[in-house]
């Protein structure tokens, strides 16, 4: 399997979530070859690592946004 960093990067979350656990219900169904074993588990470390980016992002984004918000007048206790 010849991992396109180039179509994961371009995925959302959700999809990239999909393929990973489509990546994991492979494998632990035991009937998989060494050599494909290898390929899905770096398939699978490629989309874990483009979810946890996606995920930080977006942790970074409502951090901002949060703090924008509690920035305004008026806006005490208004947070979360």
Known sequence: ???DMEKINAMSFEESLK??????????TGET???ELLSLYEAGVAY???????LGAA???????????????GAEG???
């Open 19 to 28: 393929e990973l656990e489509n990546i994991v219900n492979r494998l632990s």
């Open 48 to 54: 874990f690592k483009h979810c946890e980016s996606r």
């Open 59 to 73: 942790e970074a984004k409502i951090k901002i946004l949060s703090e924008q918000l509690s920035s305004l007048p």
């Open 33 to 35: 070859n060494l050599d």
């Open 1 to 3: 399997m010849d991992i």
């Open 78 to 80: 208004n947070n979360g």
